[in-house]
């Protein structure tokens, strides 16, 4: 499985960014995917997940109402969705996949990572 992060850029706090994750060699329908974050000096963090078979989805208290996370199941790709953003969602964004059909927050849980797509927030 390899994933490919795109969609990241500079943009001013009130403003939309949306991020892609291309998932190639899923051979099973039986996962879920998540988009994390980290901002300098932090740690990485949950931001949003969702059942590949489904669509089910949770997000972290922090992005609940700006952010949404979608899957195109013919182009294997999910997305997110972010609005209203903010400087605090200044961070490297990172997908994941991992097998099984539960969203987990917890990093660990995830097999695969793709590379990160850099968001900036100017207030």
């Known amino acids: 499985v390899q994933l490919q992060a795109s969609g990241g850029g500079l943009v001013q706090a009130g403003g939309s960014l949306r991020l892609s994750c291309v998932a190639s060699?899923?051979?099973?329908?039986?996962?879920?995917m998540g988009w994390f974050r980290q901002a300098p000096g932090k740690e990485r963090e949950f931001v949003a997940g969702i059942r590949w078979s489904g669509g089910n989805t949770g997000y972290a208290d922090s992005v609940k109402g700006r952010f949404t996370i979608s899957k195109d199941s013919a182009k294997n790709t999910v997305y997110l969705q972010m609005n209203s953003l903010k400087p605090e969602d200044t961070a490297v964004y990172y997908c994941?996949?991992?097998?099984?059909?539960?969203?987990?927050?917890?990093?660990?849980?995830?097999?695969?990572w793709g590379q990160g797509t850099e968001v900036t927030v100017s207030s």
């Open positions: 994941a996949l991992k097998w099984g059909s539960t969203v987990y927050t917890n990093e660990q849980r995830y097999n695969y």
């Open positions: 060699g899923r051979a099973s329908n039986d996962v879920s």
